[in-house]
C-alpha cells in the first residue's frame, strides 16, 4: 500500500522532499502544511529549479494549513511518515504538540533540521514511536513564496534517535531511504546518526552565524578580510573539539581542512546558508539548535570555546533584535 506522508514546515527544504516524496508515491498521499506561502501553493503547486533533479518541475501535492486540515482530509487514514522541515525553533505551541492530531502507534517522526540536541522533546512527546534523526545536504532558498532553487548536491544521512532504539525503528530508517531512492533522492542510514550530526554542525555552526552576521554568502565574506578563513576555521576547531569531548574522534582537524575545502572550491558568490535567509528576512534564526546547544556542551564537558561564545552573544543580540523589530510591527 502507498504510505501517507504529512510534511510539517513547506519552506526550502519541505519543498524539495514534498518533490521527491511526490514522485515516491501519488502527490495524493502527500499531505503538506503550508503557512506563509500557502495562497500560491494551494493554487500553483510547488516548483523546483534544480542543478541536480531538473527545471521547473512542478508538483501538486494535498496542500493544508494546519495539521487538524490533514487529518481531517486525510478520512482517518493514519500517516505512516511526518516529516519535520520546519526550523528547529522553540515555538508555542510547540511542534510536537501541533503534530499530535497525526500521530497514530504505527507513526515514524522523521526531522529534517540542522544543529546538535533536536530531538528530545519529540522522544518525549511521542515515546514509543520512531524517531529518525536527518542530516542534509542540500543547500536550497525558496526564492519565492512556492519556489525553490537547489544546486550542488543533495543527500541525506538518516538514523534512529537514539541510536539504540528497538530494530522495528531501524527497519523505519530502511523504509523511508527505500522511499527517498524511489523518488530520486539520495539517503544513506547509520548505526550512529549523532557522528553525522557534529560532523554537518562544523559547517552549519561556522558558516550559518557568520554568513548571517556578515550579511555575505560563504565566499563573500572568505574574501572579505585576511581574518575571515581562520574566524571560520577557528569557530570549526571549536565544534571539533565539542565533538571530540562527546565521543566522536573522528570529528577531526582533517574533517575540519575537508569542510573547509569544500565551500573555498565554491565560484563566487557562494552558498547562501539557510541562517542568513532568515537574518535578511528579518526571522528568528535556528540560535540554540546550532550555537547554543553545542556551547552548552561544551560547557558541561569542560571545552574553552571562546569564538564560539562570542558568535553566540552577537547571534543572540541580532536574534532579539528580530523579535523586538516583530513586536512593534503587533
Ligand atoms: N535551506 C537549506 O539550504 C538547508 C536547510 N537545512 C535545515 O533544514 C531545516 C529547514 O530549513 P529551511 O527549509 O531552510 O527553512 P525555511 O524557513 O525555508 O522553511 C521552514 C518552513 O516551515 C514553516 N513553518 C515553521 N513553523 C511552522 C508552523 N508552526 N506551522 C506551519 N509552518 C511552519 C515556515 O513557514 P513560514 O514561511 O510561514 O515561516 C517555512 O515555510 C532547518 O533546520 C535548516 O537548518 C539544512 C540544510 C540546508
Ligand atoms: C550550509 C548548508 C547550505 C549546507 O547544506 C546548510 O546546511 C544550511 O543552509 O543550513
Same mark, same amino acid.
Given at each position: ?92 505551541? !510547540?511542534? &510536537?504538540?501541533? *503534530? ?8 515514524? %517522526? =522523521? ?5 546538535? +540536541? ?105 574574501? !572579505?578580510? &585576511?581574518?575571515? *578563513? ?8 571549536? %565544534? =571539533? ?5 562527546? +565521543? ?83
Amino acid at each position: 500500500m502507498s504510505p501517507r506522508i504529512l510534511i510539517f514546515g513547506t519552506g526550502s527544504i519541505g519543498a524539495v522532499y514534498t518533490y521527491v516524496l511526490c514522485r515516491a508515491t501519488k502527490p495524493v498521499n502527500v499531505f503538506t502544511v503550508c503557512r506563509s506561502n500557502y495562497d500560491v501553493v494551494s493554487k500553483q503547486g510547488l516548483t523546483l529549479n534544480s542543478t541536480i533533479f531538473g527545471q521547473n518541475l512542478n508538483v501538486r501535492p494535498q496542500v493544508v494549513r494546519t495539521v487538524d486540515e490533514a487529518v481531517a482530509a486525510s478520512e482517518g487514514k493514519p500517516f505512516d511518515y511526518v516529516i519535520v522541515t520546519a526550523k528547529a525553533i522553540a515555538s508555542t505551541p !510547540s511542534i &510536537p504538540d501541533q *503534530l499530535r492530531p497525526a500521530v497514530s502507534e504505527s507513526t515514524t %517522526i =522523521a526531522l529534517i533540521q540542522n544543529g546538535i +540536541g533536536i530531538e528530545d522533546i519529540y522522544r518525549s512527546a511521542f515515546p514509543s514511536n520512531p524517531i529518525l534523526s536527518c542530516v542534509v545536504y542540500l543547500p536550497a532558498t525558496q526564492v519565492r513564496p512556492g519556489t525553490v532553487e537547489h544546486r550542488e548536491v543533495e543527500l541525506l544521512h538518516i538514523g534512529t534517535y537514539p541510536s539504540t532504539a528497538p530494530s522495528a525503528h531501524k527497519d523505519s530508517a530502511d523504509k523511508l531511504a527505500a522511499l527517498l531512492h524511489a523518488g530520486g533522492a539520495s539517503a544513506e542510514v547509520h548505526d550512529d546518526i549523532q557522528q553525522s550530526r557534529w560532523s554537518k554542525l562544523l559547517v552549519n555552526a561556522a558558516w550559518n552565524p557568520i554568513c548571517a552576521l556578515s550579511r555575505s554568502r560563504d565566499m563573500q565574506f572568505l574574501q !572579505s578580510s &585576511p581574518y575571515a *578563513l581562520d574566524l571560520v576555521k577557528g569557530v570549526m576547531l571549536e %565544534i =571539533a573539539a565539542v565533538a571530540q569531548a562527546s +565521543g566522536y574522534p573522528s570529528i577531526s582537524s582533517e574533517v575540519v581542512d575537508f569542510q573547509i575545502s569544500r565551500a573555498t572550491a565554491r565560484p563566487l558568490p557562494g552558498v547562501e546558508p539557510s541562517m542568513l535567509a532568515d537574518a535578511a528576512a528579518g526571522r528568528n534564526m535556528e540560535v540554540d539548535a546550532i550555537v547554543g546547544n553545542p556551547l552548552r556542551i561544551a560547557e558541561a564537558k569542560g571545552v574553552d570555546t571562546p569564538l564560539l561564545k562570542t558568535v553566540y552573544a552577537l547571534l543572540s543580540g541580532l536574534d532579539g533584535s528580530f523579535t523586538r523589530a516583530r513586536q512593534s510591527r503587533g
